[in-house]
């Protein structure tokens, strides 16, 4: 059995979690970014301390054996602008109850993951309460992962201004993968925020296990702007380590020129590679889908290639 972990954040981890949780004769752990601060998320955090739940909420719904009544309510969001539920997603405060309740937040995972029949290991990246920074070309620094986006500016690196301690079980996951896999997702804001604990980048560069990126379709506005394939792994190396990456996963499809006009309109381009020759391996695979004139990628499309990889 193999043993393979995920790591990210956001709705891309989801979307990578759902397909390849059907594989067979694999251990299946993700671990999740604890950094957001925005929306419900981050109302949460502040009011009761406790670490950033709305990744690990979607995560846990991907995970989820079968899409229940139960996991389809963890996404429910109650309407409104003002009172003590609105604009909060139901399964938030149903991993808030349970932190107050068990004992500790790792504890509400691991009790709602049997609710909900959990397939693999749900693991926060780190159980302390962060805040990301980022510093941007001209110097300017952002304090707050929802914030990152919204500016003007190219992102230079993200850090903590103080150490963040790992998750022991975020550590243990990586010492005994066969297999990690980063992405998809916001590159410096649901990726990032993992790679660059101390911890987790040390047990990264030690860990012999064949390291996948898959990487994103598309830029993303005011985080990756204009970025070719290569930049997105030159990104990852620069936060972790030289060589972080043995496997690139990138889209073959052919995308209507409609398609891309609307994302350019948004800021958005394709992602391309653009060199001849790689340090990493380079795999081009049909893994999107096209819904309503958006690019998704197809997580049964993704379990396909992950088998593949698998298989090497």
């Known amino acids: 059995m193999k043993h393979v972990v995920v790591i990210g954040g956001g709705h891309g981890l989801a979307v990578i979690l759902r397909g390849i949780k059907h594989l067979a004769d694999i251990k299946l752990s ?5 950094a957001d601060d925005g929306g419900s998320t981050g109302r949460l955090r502040q009011q009761y301390q406790i670490p950033a739940m709305g990744d690990i909420r979607n ?10 009544l139960l996991s389809s309510l963890m996404n429910y969001r109650f309407e409104g602008d003002e009172g003590d539920v609105a604009g909060h997603n139901l399964g938030n405060l149903i991993l808030t109850a349970l932190s107050q309740s068990c004992g500790s937040f790792m504890d ?7 609710v909900l029949k959990v397939k693999g290991d749900i693991i926060p990246s780190t159980t302390d309460i962060i805040t990301l920074y980022a510093v941007m070309e001209d110097g300017t620094i952002v304090r707050g992962e929802s914030n990152i986006p919204t500016i003007d500016n190219h992102i230079r690196h993200v850090f903590y ?5 790992a998750s022991r079980q975020a550590i243990k996951a990586i010492h005994d993968a066969d297999y990690i896999i980063y ?4 590159l410096y804001t649901s990726i990032m925020p993992n790679l660059i604990i101390e911890e987790i980048r040390e047990e990264l560069r030690r860990c012999h ?14 985080e990756t702007d204009n970025y070719t394939l290569e930049e997105h792994v030159h990104a990852i190396c620069e936060h972790t380590f030289p060589h972080a990456v043995d496997i690139v996963v990138t889209h073959d499809n ?9 994302y350019m309109r948004e800021g958005s381009k394709e992602v391309r590679a653009v060199l001849k020759e790689h340090s ?9 889908k096209f819904e309503d004139g958006l690019i998704r990628h197809d997580s049964n499309k993704i379990r396909d290639v992950v088998d593949e990889i698998l298989r090497m």
């Open 108 to 114: 509400a995972i691991q009790t709602f993951s049997k």
């Open 161 to 165: 201004d103080r150490p963040i301690n």
């Open 209 to 222: 296990a064949k390291k996948v990126y898959f990487c994103n379709a598309m830029t993303q506005p005011g």
């Open 30 to 34: 993700a671990i999740v970014t604890v």
């Open 183 to 186: 992405g998809i997702g916001s």
């Open 254 to 262: 052919t995308i209507h020129t409609d398609v891309l006009d609307h």
């Open 59 to 68: 995560v846990m719904c991907a995970m989820a054996e079968s899409e229940t």
């Open 280 to 288: 990493y391996e380079l795999m081009k695979r049909d893994i999107l």
